[in-house]
């Protein structure tokens, strides 16, 4: 302890030996670490359950024990003869306060059962929906390979505009993004896989590491002057590449083309890792069902060109 | 041109209110500058009704200012930033959402709201003044690119007044009967953290004095935190001990201020702590967790916390309550940091703020 007056006493000093205090009133069981647990959890039980953080049971066990109407209201009190005053309320209150409160407590009651039973509901659906609900495509599953799109660099530079923003997606280890940016391709690209990306932008190309799909649904309408896709339109289960056409003509400015190029289903097992090919969520599209589907969304003069194992599948946004 | 008046728009002006008095200083001092100044508000309590103007009545003069005193959401805001004049923001923090989402959705929407407002305001203010350091850093963050720290203007005259005698009373036989007296004084809120109080209240009276009591002034910002409180005070038996006071007069507060042995404050967020102050001048210890701007508001004069664990405060109070030499400089380092904060050195150093600033950006 001090034993002069200290002008500026040591904080860190004081709450060391504090520490110590507590650690030897701990160690005598005085204070159990339990007991500060129990307060805790002792306060958070009337914490409100139900905000966006929280889930569905917890907010269903609050609004449980909330159903309750408990009309013993507390009676003490430090200020003389108040206590008594509020004994007396309670007292002749009660009839009037217990007739309301079980109608309450009935109804909020009835509420939560009816709430836990369409929670049990929704909790059925979901998981029906989740057998239903195609596959995720995790970028961990698959190995960091760059494919070879050297053979369309030339294609791409004859169709992307050389004004506005172009974008590739998946632009792997950028390879076509450098061809593009060298023919004056304002073009950026992105690329799930760490490892491709960061080579792309040690290369000092402007790649970013991103979903396709989650990056495209960030993008402004109409924002895109073109678009190149490769990779995940292979990979893709049916449902996302459907929805990958509708986002490339929802960002795409009328009259930008679109390039596809996607790998024919008869090549992709033997033209890519068995990693991804096993566990990959889709398979690839033939070239024409690419273009019937793009013919049945917003797009036009559509075109296919076979290269291979590959092939490319060119339109233009409709006006 | 350079400037002929400042105005002063703030969302409500009401009585005792930290940033209300604050803002009344403010007006005194460009007046006192030769400048022009009035208040112009969203809402004004009745002791204030000739003090202050609505803000619709405002009309544009040549060579005014306006200056924004930023504590919360208000479509005072939006009316401000559309006005042509030179504009300038006071800012004394909004309490960050998180804390209310829990307790109260609509208000921490609220926040949400009054935080983008500030932020957007950046883009037409020509120089932000805060109220700490703290709230200064989070004016760069919003993207001011002119700021400036100037200290909360408190006055302490509130406490030129006798203690409410049935108040001090009733204080008085309570200390008759033994245990010591903790205060804290601010809104029931979450970012309080007033049920953090009552944790360590627990942890004192099991382990040191089971006499012990603690005050709790200030009206309620959450009505379910407020009730939460309650019921966990009824939980853990404690009706005698505790006392929420509610929102009280200025001789109530005095009285509480008077009674109390050591001033204990567990708030997670505060962009001052104007009743820091206050317990530095009414002579009490004060033991505070280390958050937000309050390391800066008590710089010395306080038992700083970073771990406020009930056992761990219990322990802090019990030191305080029976160190007489560390109760002694903590009192005396108060006073030291108070004279710092003095209302005539925060008032210098507003006028040097603004002096600057009218001078530079004219």
């Known amino acids: 302890m001090s034993e002069a007056p200290d002008p500026a006493f040591d904080n860190e000093r004081v709450m060391a030996e504090i520490r110590d205090e507590v650690a030897r009133r701990r160690a005598a069981g005085d204070f159990p670490p339990s007991l500060e647990r129990e307060l805790d959890l002792a306060f958070d039980r009337y914490v409100p359950a139900g905000s966006v953080s929280s889930d569905f049971t917890e907010a269903v066990r609050a609004a449980d024990r909330a159903a309750y109407i408990n009309v013993a209201v507390p009676t003490e009190s430090q200020k003389p003869g108040v206590g008594e005053v509020k004994r007396v309320l309670r007292k002749v209150m009660a009839w009037y306060l217990n007739y309301l409160a079980q109608q309450t407590t009935a109804f909020a009651t009835a509420s939560v059962r009816a709430m836990r039973s369409l929670g049990e509901r929704l909790e059925?659906?979901?998981?029906?929906?989740?057998?239903?609900?195609?596959?995720?495509?995790?970028?961990?599953d698959r190995p960091p390979i760059a494919p070879d799109l050297g053979p369309w660099a030339g294609l791409c530079v004859e169709c992307l505009p050389r004004r506005g923003r172009v974008l590739h997606a998946e632009c792997g280890d950028g390879a076509l993004l450098r061809s593009l940016v060298e023919a004056g391709v304002d073009v950026y690209g992105v690329e799930p896989r760490g490892p491709l990306v960061d080579a792309a932008a040690a290369a000092g190309l402007e790649a970013w590491p991103d979903d396709p799909i989650e990056h495209l649904s960030a993008v402004a309408d109409g924002y895109l002057a073109g678009l190149v896709l490769s990779g995940c339109v292979d990979r893709l289960?049916?449902?996302?590449?459907?929805?990958?056409?509708?986002?490339?003509?929802?960002?795409?400015?009328?009259?930008?083309?679109?390039?596809?190029?996607?790998?024919?289903?008869?090549?992709?097992?033997?033209?890519?890792?068995?990693?991804?090919?096993?566990?990959?969520?889709?398979?690839?599209?033939?070239?024409?069902?690419?273009?019937?589907?793009?013919?049945?969304?917003?797009?036009?003069?559509?075109?296919?060109?076979?290269?291979?194992?590959?092939?490319?599948?060119?339109?233009?946004?409709?006006? | 041109m350079s400037a002929s008046a400042v105005h002063q728009v703030i969302p409500s002006?009401?009585?005792?209110?930290?940033?209300?008095?604050?803002?009344?200083?403010?007006?005194?001092?460009?007046?006192?500058?030769?400048?022009?100044?009035?208040?112009?508000?969203?809402?004004?309590?009745?002791?204030?009704?000739?003090?202050?103007?609505?803000?619709?009545?405002?009309?544009?003069?040549?060579?005014?200012?306006?200056?924004?005193?930023?504590?919360?959401?208000?479509?005072?805001?939006?009316?401000?930033?559309?006005?042509?004049?030179?504009?300038?923001?006071?800012?004394?923090n909004v309490t960050p959402p998180q804390f209310f989402e829990r307790w109260e959705p609509w208000l921490a929407d609220e926040m949400v709201d009054g935080r983008h407002q500030i932020a957007k305001l950046a883009g037409v203010a020509r120089h932000g003044i805060a109220v700490s350091r703290y709230n200064e850093e989070e004016l760069i963050e919003f993207g001011y690119r002119s700021t400036s720290t100037s200290p909360l203007m408190v006055?302490?005259?509130?406490?030129?007044?006798?203690?409410?005698?049935?108040?001090?009373?009733?204080?008085?036989?309570?200390?008759?009967?033994?245990?010591?007296?903790?205060?804290?004084?601010?809104?029931?809120?979450?970012?309080?953290?007033?049920?953090?109080?009552?944790?360590?209240?627990?942890?004192?009276?099991?382990?040191?004095?089971?006499?012990?009591?603690?005050?709790?002034?200030?009206?309620?910002?959450?009505?379910?935190?407020?009730?939460?409180?309650?019921?966990?005070?009824?939980?853990?038996?404690?009706?005698?001990?505790?006392?929420?006071?509610?929102a009280v007069s200025s001789e109530e507060l005095a009285a509480y201020f008077r009674g109390a042995d050591v001033y204990v404050s567990l708030s997670e967020h505060e962009g001052f702590g104007a009743p820091l102050l206050e317990a530095m001048f009414n002579g009490l210890p004060i033991i505070a967790f280390a958050s937000s701007a309050v390391p800066e508001t008590v710089g010395d004069a306080a038992l700083l916390l970073t771990d406020k664990s009930p056992g761990v405060v219990a322990a802090a109070i019990h030191r305080v309550a029976t160190d007489s030499v560390l109760r002694t400089s903590l009192v005396e380092a108060g006073r030291r940091r108070l004279a710092e904060l003095d209302l005539s050195r925060t008032r210098a150093s507003m006028r040097t703020t603004l002096s600057k600033i009218l001078e530079e950006r004219s």
């Open chain 2, 155 to 246: 006055d302490m005259s509130r406490f030129d007044t006798p203690s409410d005698p049935t108040t001090a009373g009733w204080l008085d036989r309570q200390r008759e009967r033994g245990g010591i007296g903790i205060l804290f004084h601010g809104r029931i809120s979450p970012n309080k953290a007033q049920h953090d109080l009552v944790k360590a209240l627990v942890a004192y009276r099991r382990l040191y004095d089971p006499r012990a009591r603690l005050h709790l002034t200030g009206g309620a910002s959450s009505g379910t935190y407020r009730f939460a409180l309650r019921r966990f005070i009824g939980e853990e038996d404690l009706w005698d001990a505790v006392d929420l006071a509610g």
């Open chain 1, 124 to 140: 059925m659906v979901e998981e029906q929906l989740a057998e239903l609900a195609p596959a995720r495509d995790d970028a961990a």
């Open chain 1, 237 to 319: 289960a049916l449902p996302r590449q459907r929805r990958l056409i509708d986002l490339a003509a929802a960002k795409l400015a009328p009259g930008a083309p679109l390039i596809i190029i996607a790998t024919l289903p008869q090549a992709w097992t033997t033209s890519v890792a068995p990693l991804e090919a096993d566990l990959a969520p889709g398979r690839p599209l033939h070239p024409t069902t690419w273009a019937h589907l793009l013919g049945r969304s917003r797009f036009a003069d559509i075109a296919v060109q076979d290269g291979g194992d590959t092939s490319a599948v060119t339109a233009k946004r409709s006006g």
């Open chain 2, 13 to 92: 002006l009401v009585r005792w209110d930290a940033i209300g008095n604050h803002s009344l200083q403010v007006q005194s001092i460009l007046r006192e500058m030769g400048l022009q100044s009035e208040i112009y508000v969203n809402d004004v309590g009745p002791e204030y009704t000739g003090k202050a103007h609505f803000f619709d009545r405002y009309q544009g003069q040549p060579g005014a200012w306006l200056m924004y005193q930023a504590s919360t959401g208000s479509r005072l805001a939006s009316w401000f930033a559309q006005r042509p004049e030179p504009k300038l923001v006071n800012y004394h």
